[in-house]
């Protein structure tokens, strides 16, 4: 269950928008938005400050007075999820972004970030107290209950349960499903049809569900993945609907997809070769269409084409390659928080600059003049030609990421080839992987199939 909590800001609150956009909470403020002002503390405190003294008349760094807590400069809300729900802090963020948009409109001036360096997932957003239209807003009992509503309503249309309505478990057979399975094609059937199909195409389960919701599947994220096709009454698990179905399957199926089938044999001895074309040549000889044989085949290809002779020098691989990974995350992180930073400052270099040249200006847009100044001042750019220079700047940022992208991607995926490596290595060393394979097949062909 969500939880909303509010915190009026008497004074400091850049230092309070300095917290929340703290690196180290926001994965490098990639989980970092803003609107009607620029994602970083400095810049989002001077814009705020603009527009509080322009509509209040007051100072936005005036001293706390001697009795009472003074005026409010900003209102600082924390969303908070429960632990249990498993909330991925892409979604918090989104369900952040669009909480905002619902609760205050698009004249507000807020900062929203997505902090996701403890057990439990939670969002913060600062919103002054004056939007740019010159409406206040007021915290107080009242407002946090109708926020609170919100919040609610936001998290339910993002699959989240505000509540648990019922406890009680449907145990009997929709009827539009019994008929569908009488004719053979029951709705898990053609879900795994489906994903069957997608997995030729797609990169990896997150595009996958993506996808399945482009069809106009409803897929329900968290700690247990469900998915239900457009006519479906009841959402099923992925898990339940096989082995071959579970989100480590898909991923499985997904990453050796693309691996070719031509196995070359290198003159150089190799101890990890000869034990999967070992266990290779004992699935053949018990069942030559057996299912793990491709997988276990693309494998013994990375092996051959990488050359790797020993389980040591895989794992050797592996560290090297998770550091990789860890470095280009990091610095791709960084590297999307800046290009994001420069393009929102380029969309209010090219309004300032469109505002100027206008002849006449309603009240409003000599406010974002007045709130633009100051902010492009700072960052170099008085003239037309320091905003061309800008644009210039983000389309070789672009190029750079784009580069940094495609390097994290290959390191990640090899990383994940090595390790799926690693892992059958170690389970068909125990001795009875051929004999658990046929048990498992001798035990699907004894299971009686529903006539139709």
């Known amino acids: 269950m969500p939880y909303l909590k509010s915190i ?8 309070s928008l300095a917290y929340i956009l703290n690196p180290d909470k926001t994965e490098d403020l990639l989980y970092t938005n803003a609107v009607n002002c620029l994602p970083n503390a400095r810049d989002a405190d001077l814009m705020m400050k603009t527009v509080y003294e322009h509509f209040s008349s007051h100072k936005f760094d005036e001293p706390l007075p001697k009795q009472g807590k003074g005026r409010v400069k900003a209102i600082h809300y924390i969303q908070s999820f429960d632990p249990k729900d498993n909330i991925a802090p892409e979604l918090a963020h989104k369900i952040a972004r669009t909480f905002a948009r619902k609760a205050f409109g698009d004249n507000c001036q807020v ?16 919103i002054n107290t004056y939007g740019i239209d010159g409406r206040k807003f007021n915290a107080n009992k009242k407002t946090l209950d109708e926020l609170k509503e919100i919040s609610d309503r936001v998290c339910l249309a993002f699959g989240i349960q505000p509540f648990d309505k019922s406890k009680a478990k449907r145990k009997t057979v929709e009827y539009n499903e019994w008929q569908i399975e009488r004719r053979g094609t029951s709705w898990k059937e053609k879900i795994r049809l489906e994903i069957d199909g997608l997995i030729l195409k797609v990169k990896n389960v997150d595009e996958l569900l993506a996808e399945l919701e482009m069809l106009g599947y409803t897929v329900k994220r968290g700690k247990y993945i469900s998915v239900k096709a457009p006519d479906q009454q009841r959402a099923v698990r992925l898990k339940t609907l096989g082995e071959d179905y579970t989100v480590e399957s898909l991923a499985s199926r997904i990453l050796w997809r693309d691996v070719g089938a031509g196995i070359k044999n290198p003159y150089e001895k190799s101890a990890l070769r000869d034990k999967y074309s070992e266990t290779i040549d004992g699935i053949q000889a018990v069942n030559a269409n057996h299912p793990t044989l491709k997988q276990l085949g693309a494998m013994l290809t990375v092996i ?39 393009k929102d400052l380029a969309e209010q270099a090219e309004e300032y600059f469109s505002l100027l040249d206008k002849a006449e200006r309603a009240p409003a847009e000599e ?76 035990k699907l062909r004894a299971k009686p199939h529903r006539s139709l």
């Open 8 to 15: 009026s800001l008497h004074t400091t609150v850049n230092r």
């Open 111 to 126: 900062v929203i970030t997505t902090h996701n360096d403890k057990a439990h997932v939670h969002n913060h957003i600062i």
């Open 304 to 342: 051959n084409r990488d050359n790797l002779r020993s389980i040591g020098e895989v794992e050797g691989k592996m560290r090297q390659l998770e550091y990789k990974v860890e470095n280009a995350w990091q610095e791709l992180n960084a590297l999307t928080a800046e290009l994001d930073n420069l």
């Open 367 to 442: 406010l974002r003049l007045k709130m633009y100044k100051p902010i492009l001042e700072r960052n170099n750019i008085t003239i037309r030609s320091d905003y061309e220079y800008l644009k210039s700047v983000i389309d070789d940022t672009q190029k750079k990421a784009a580069s940094l992208k495609e390097n994290f991607e290959r390191c990640r995926q090899l990383y994940e080839l090595y390790s799926e490596i690693a892992k059958t290595y170690y389970e068909i060393s125990k001795g009875d992987y051929i004999s658990r394979l046929v048990e498992e097949e001798l």
